[in-house]
């Protein structure tokens, strides 16, 4: 059973910055597309930024210009690096393929409050 493991989270005052990792097992995050994701309370998961194998990037509008998706294949990880956070970032933060194929892991809490 795969299993991603987000962490990184935090609370964080709004302006602040945060850096979010996700391992995943085996080649997963070197072959797939991969997506961070997160869910704010009461609200459905939505895709936040994804990475192509190649490195091409997509981000949501509500985020551009502010996050930004990486990854490093040898360490098998992906990174969201979040600048500029707004207390409407407040959600837990997934990864997971891009469109989701594995099951999702707990996520990692992001909070932004002064």
């Known amino acids: 059973q795969v299993q991603l493991v987000e962490s990184g989270g935090g609370l964080v005052q709004p302006g602040g910055s945060l850096r979010l990792s996700c391992v995943a097992p085996?080649?997963?995050?070197?072959?797939?597309?991969m997506g961070w994701y997160r869910q704010a309370p009461g609200k459905q998961r939505e895709l936040v930024a994804r990475?192509?194998?190649?490195?091409?990037?997509y981000y949501v509008d509500s985020v551009k210009g502010r996050f930004t998706i990486s990854r490093d294949n040898a360490k098998k990880t992906v990174y969201l690096q979040m600048n500029s956070l707004k207390p409407e970032d407040t959600a837990i933060y997934y990864c997971?393929?891009?469109?989701?194929?594995?099951?999702w892991g707990k996520g990692t809490q992001v909070t932004v409050s002064s």
């Open positions: 997971n393929t891009g469109p989701p194929l594995f099951n």
């Open positions: 085996g080649s997963i995050s070197s072959i797939y597309v």
């Open positions: 990475i192509s194998t190649s490195g091409n990037t």
